[in-house]
């Protein structure tokens, strides 16, 4: 019997210097941001953006790793089943809410699957449509497709994205049964806008700004509360007539469920210290949005967030009653 005592106080001191080096030396190699959807799309640029300033702060560089398909649900998946030592996270959108109703048969559960380091930024939507669209704003568009809505297109980056789910709120607000064509990622959604092959879509301004400020695609409303410091003559979906369409497409940073504190705590810090940096801060302002509050970018306010959105989320896509699997 003292011989197994002594076992066992033998391995709580090794467990315990062993949370006390991860403590003092984590990070002491190179980090994987998994990124669940394609490169170049809205929340890889995010993604970026934040893992450079993290990378700096922490003094080791994090590696950008996209895992697209399935709605983000691939890549979400794969970082529920990593090793939970904080040298692979995540950083998904609002999909990591939706998915718990879209996906029926979801391998992992968005509440319980993760550990949380914080939000990092909530990005507006834009409807926007091909250059020679005939609605010249948003009035017309309501006009038009009181008339043509089962001939009017409308492409997504695939069930269970942000152009997608902006759409379907886009659809029920409208009350028009609107053709939706979905896409392997936001690239080729835009290419075919861009291309006139598609009529309408609602994306991110993030891969929507550029094109809206080059005047190749036709803008006609923010989903954000109030006008863009960047578009400030488009007005908002509430100015137009439609309040339940406000939504933004925020993004959160995780890690996999057991990761030790002292690793979510040091990640959680430094994505903070990033979001603080007036060069994200003036980045972000390019595309449209902005770091979230100090208070917001933490791991509580994330699981908040995350909790909120999937009661929000479940009877809009109940109703709508459209699955992906």
Known sequence: ???????????????LMGTSALAQGFPDRQITMIVPFAAGGPTDTVGRLIAE????????????????????????????????????????????ATSATLYRNLAYKPLDAFEYVGLVTEVPMTLVARQDFEPTDM??????????AETTTMANAGIGSASHLCGM???????????????????????????????????????????IKG?????????????????PDLQTVAEAGLPTMEVG???????????????????????????????????????GTQPVAADQGTPAALKAKLEGEITRWQPIIETAGVYAD
């Open 53 to 96: 300033k993290m990378s700096a702060d922490l003094g080791q560089q994090i590696i950008v790793e996209n895992v697209g398909g399935a709605g983000g649900t691939l890549g979400a998946g794969q970082v529920a089943e990593a090793e939970a030592d904080g040298y692979t996270i995540l950083l998904h959108h609002i999909g990591m």
């Open 215 to 231: 005047g190749t695609i036709k803008a006609y409303a923010t989903t954000a509360p109030a006008r863009l410091d960047i578009f």
């Open 139 to 148: 009035a017309g568009l309501l006009t038009y497709l009181k008339d043509n």
């Open 169 to 211: 709120l886009f659809m029920q607000a409208v009350e028009a049964p609107i053709v939706t064509v979905p896409y392997k990622g936001t690239g080729p959604a835009m290419t075919e806008l861009l291309g006139g092959q598609i009529d309408l879509m609602c994306d991110q301004t993030t891969n929507t700004a550029e094109q």
């Open 1 to 15: 019997m003292a011989l197994h005592f002594k076992f066992a106080a033998i391995a709580a001191t090794a467990a």
């Open 249 to 287: 497409i925020w993004h959160g940073l995780y890690a996999p469920k057991g990761t030790p504190a002292e690793a979510t705590d040091r990640l959680s810090a430094s994505l903070q210290k990033a979001l603080a940096d007036p060069d994200i801060a003036a980045k972000f302002g390019e595309l």
